[in-house]
């Protein structure tokens, strides 16, 4: 209060970074293929943008998500469908933050270091973790979830029987390129297949 028992106040906005640097995981591909080798890049990186130091010590985990569906009967006859998260650790390893080289105005993963990774062998989705310590001890962590398609059926989380959802390989395409799209339902048989732009440009039955 000043002089005359009028309130003041003031407030400032600022950040406070949880640790000395952060991890940064290479993007997977949304739809991977059950057998193939899943690359684990990975950086440090301080809280002002630029590369951290290379050869941080960190721990990669390679975990399963299942799901447990199950049909939940309600009032006036009507259903609905309940599922549950199971986890499954698949792999884990001991792997080093990689070298980063400026190259122009954006900066690369040295070539020539060794890349870790892990092998999937079946369909479902993944979920990849990366930990480290700062020197403080602060934990820091990163990850990133992806896809892995395959012919084995398996469950997956949904609500509705007569759901479909579409998993595309990537987020964006160029004229030319081939898209890979992951179909997860809980339904079987023969499909209807639309690509449309404005209209369907193309239909088929698989």
Not at 94 to 111: C, M, N, P, Q
Not at 112 to 127: Q, R, T, W
Not at 146 to 167: C, H, K, T
Request: glycine share 8%; aromatic share 6%; with cysteine.
């Amino acid at each position: 209060s000043d002089v005359c028992s009028s309130d003041l106040s003031a407030a400032a906005n600022f950040v406070r970074h949880s640790s000395e640097f952060y991890l940064g995981l290479r993007e997977l591909r949304g739809v991977m293929h059950s057998g193939e080798k899943i690359p684990v890049e990975v950086i440090a990186v301080r809280p002002d943008g630029q590369p951290g130091a290379p050869g941080v010590k960190a721990r990669a985990t390679l975990t399963r998500i299942e799901w447990r569906t199950v049909r939940v009967e309600g009032a006036g006859g009507t259903h609905s469908y309940r599922s549950e998260i199971e986890r499954k650790e698949i792999a884990a390893r001991d792997i080093a933050t990689r070298s980063l080289t400026r190259r122009g105005d954006h900066w690369e993963t040295a070539a020539g270091e060794a890349v870790d990774a892990f092998k999937v062998s079946e369909p479902g989705v993944y979920l990849l973790e990366v930990s480290a310590k700062d020197a403080a001890g602060q934990a820091v962590l990163t990850a990133v979830s992806f896809s892995v398609a395959g012919p084995r059926p398996l469950a997956w989380n949904y609500r509705n029987e007569l759901q479909i959802d579409l998993v595309p390989d990537r987020k964006s395409y160029r004229v030319g390129d081939t898209a890979e799209v992951l179909v997860k339902t809980p339904i079987s048989g023969a499909a209807l297949v639309t690509i449309e732009r404005e209209r369907v440009r193309r239909s088929y039955v698989t």
